[in-house]
């Protein structure tokens, strides 16, 4: 079984496509020496450590997760920057943040309309968040072009048919503008980016195993049970596709649709 848990110890590493899409999230939030913010999703706080050396306010990393949490435990110690484990929805803040930040992890959550009924709560007046996120079902063809080879391997096929994608994706950025305006706030940008990036395969399946495995290898979206060979073939079959998707030069072109979205609370 994969969850964020279990692969918390090589996230840092591997996470290189969250990790160059976050700087634009800093473009679009400008932090200030002041802000207090909150990093939802922080994973293994390496962007909350980077968010600790823009502000002197407080900063508190939350994650769902309790082995990512321990992981930004122990990498991050900067003044003022705390972690703690929860989801996003169950939060109790009340005005007291002037940022929120959420790289990477609005995709999971499956129902988000109370997790930014929380995230409203949690801002002063007039404070802003900003989200960066794969959007759109096809997020990346080449990953779900890979899985698909998954849906049509005989070993594989009847576990995969009782899988429930648990991510989160709307095709437009109106939609997306649409669903922060039903929770209450004003959208001040929302684009939909779609990134290209080249890697060998072998780093196109770190960057797989890093974060989308989380959600293909996890018993919890399976209505049937998966057993560890499930898991093997499964890494198996998509690692091959990726070998497949390169092109002469042994590299591939690794595609992403992501969401830009700025929300400012009235
Ligand atoms: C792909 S990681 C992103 C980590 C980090 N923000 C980054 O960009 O490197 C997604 C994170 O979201 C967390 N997460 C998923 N659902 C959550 C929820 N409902 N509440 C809080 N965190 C959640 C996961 O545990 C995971 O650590």
């Not at 591997?14 to 679009?28: C, E, N, Y």
């Not at 940022?99 to 109370?114: E, T, Y």
């Not at 960066?132 to 005989?154: C, E, G, T």
Request: glycine share 8%.
């Amino acid at each position: 079984m994969t969850n964020f848990s279990e692969i918390s110890s090589r996230y840092a590493k591997d996470s290189l496509v969250q990790k160059s899409a976050a700087d634009q999230l800093f473009d679009l939030l400008r932090i200030t020496e002041e802000d207090d913010v909150l990093d939802i999703g922080c994973g293994t706080g390496n962007l909350t450590g980077k968010i600790a050396e823009k502000t002197g306010g407080r900063v508190v990393g939350l994650d769902a997760s309790a082995g990512m949490i321990d992981e930004a435990r122990r990498n991050c110690g900067h003044a003022g920057l705390s972690f703690e484990i929860g989801s996003v929805d169950q939060m109790r803040y009340v005005a007291c943040f002037d940022v929120i930040f959420c790289n990477s992890a609005f995709q999971w959550f499956k129902d988000p309309q109370p997790a930014l009924q929380a995230c409203r709560q949690a801002l002063r007046p007039g404070g802003r968040m900003g989200i960066q996120a794969p959007a759109l079902q096809r997020y990346s063809p080449n990953f779900i072009d890979a899985v698909d080879k998954v849906r049509h391997d005989p070993r594989l096929s009847r576990q995969f048919a009782s899988f429930q994608p648990p991510w989160f994706f709307l095709e437009t950025p109106e939609q997306y503008r649409l669903l922060f305006e039903q929770a209450g706030f004003a959208v001040r940008h929302a684009r939909i980016d779609r990134v290209v990036s080249s890697h060998t395969p072998a780093e196109v399946f770190r960057i797989f195993d890093s974060g989308a495995a989380a959600g293909y290898l996890n018993q919890e979206f399976y209505r049937l049970p998966i057993a560890g060979e499930y898991a093997g073939a499964f890494r198996e079959v998509v690692q091959k596709a990726f070998a497949e998707q390169a092109t002469a030069d042994g590299r591939v072109d690794l595609v992403f649709h992501r969401i830009f979205l700025l929300a400012r609370k009235p």
